[in-house]
C-alpha cells in the first residue's frame, strides 16, 4: 500500500508554476509526500471544494495554496477544511506581489491562513513550514530538518 499524501500544494493558475514547483522540491527533498495541483477558487470553485474534501480523505495534513491578485485560493481551501492552510503570495497584480500578500494576511477571524514571503522564497518556506508541522509529530523528518538548518550556518 502506498504511503498517504501529506501536503497538498494548491495553484490558482498554471501561471503560478515556476513559483510552486519551489515548494513541491524543497518538500520532495525532505521526504515528505506531496502533490501539486492547479485549481481555481475563481474559476473552478465547486471543482475546488471537492478537491479540498477529497484530498483531506487520501490523509493530507496541510495545504499549501499559491496565489497572486486577489489571492483568494488559500482563504477558500481555508473555508473548506480546518487543517493548517499556508499561503504564498505571488507576485503577479501589484508590484511585488503586495495585493496577494494583504489578501493572505488579512483574513477574518475564524479562518486562519499562515503566509509566508512573496514568490519562490516564500514557497520554500512554505514548504519548510509544512515540513516542521509534521515533524512534531516524525521524528525522522525532525533531523532532516536540522541538517537544512546545518547547511545554513555560515551563509
Not at 513541491?24 to 478537491?51: I, M
Not at 493530507?60 to 496565489?67: E, S, T, W
Amino acid at each position: 500500500m502506498a504511503e498517504a499524501l501529506q501536503v497538498a500544494i494548491v495553484m490558482g493558475s498554471e501561471s503560478d508554476r515556476e513559483v510552486m514547483e519551489v515548494c513541491l522540491k524543497e518538500l520532495e527533498r525532505l521526504g515528505v509526500r506531496c502533490e501539486l495541483v492547479t485549481s481555481s477558487a475563481h474559476r473552478q470553485p465547486e471543482a475546488t471544494a471537492d478537491y479540498v474534501r477529497e484530498a483531506v480523505g487520501r490523509g493530507v495534513k496541510i495545504f499549501i495554496a499559491g496565489a497572486g491578485m486577489s489571492a483568494a485560493l488559500p482563504g477558500f481551501i481555508a473555508a473548506h477544511t480546518t487543517l493548517p492552510v499556508i499561503g504564498v503570495p505571488i507576485a503577479s497584480g501589484l508590484p511585488g506581489g503586495i495585493d496577494a500578500l494583504f489578501s493572505m494576511v488579512q483574513m477574518p477571524p475564524g479562518v486562519p491562513v499562515a503566509t509566508v514571503s512573496v514568490g519562490k522564497a516564500g514557497a520554500r518556506n512554505a514548504a519548510i513550514l509544512a515540513a516542521e508541522i509534521l515533524a512534531i509529530t516524525d521524528g525522522k523528518l525532525t533531523g532532516k530538518l536540522e541538517e537544512v538548518r546545518e547547511g545554513w550556518k555560515g551563509r
